[in-house]
Nanobody, 122 residues
Framework: QVQLVESGGGLVQAGGSLRLSCAAS????????MGWFRQAPGKEREFVAA????????YYATSVKGRFTISRDNAKNTVYLEMNSLKPEDTAVYYC???????????????WGQGTQVTVSS
């Protein structure tokens, strides 16, 4: 089992920045890929970014490419999502996920955090 706890969400004005953190515990060897997804009210959960264990493979959704940066610190068992130039459409609950396959599909992740709310005001 892997336990994931997100933090860092909050309210920010458009154009601002937030840094989300996801602390992992348990069988972290199962977290070959770590990813971030988000879900806005009335919409399906969508892929945001993913990173391999070594950090040498990184993937972004087109909607966040150039604005968001995913990284991980394996010594701290933590993955980060640095969000810059935030837009109101980025408002959503952001979820951290871990799994052996990962990348774009939700089915590639076995473990999920509880989510953290990000609200971007215009």
């Amino acid at each position: 089992q892997v336990q994931l706890v997100e933090s860092g969400g909050g309210l920010v004005q458009a154009g601002g920045s937030l840094r989300l953190s996801c602390a992992a515990s348990g069988r972290t060897s199962s977290a070959n890929f770590m990813g971030w997804f988000r879900q806005a009210p009335g919409k399906e959960r969508e892929f945001v970014a993913a990173i391999s264990w070594s950090g040498d493979r990184i993937y972004y959704a087109t909607s966040v490419k150039g604005r968001f940066t995913i990284s991980r610190d394996n010594a701290k068992n933590t993955v980060y999502l640095e969000m810059n130039s935030l837009k109101p459409e980025d408002t959503a609950v952001y979820y951290c996920a871990a799994g052996p396959r990962g990348i774009y599909r939700q089915s590639g992740y076995d473990y999920w955090g509880q989510g953290t709310q990000v609200t971007v005001s215009s």
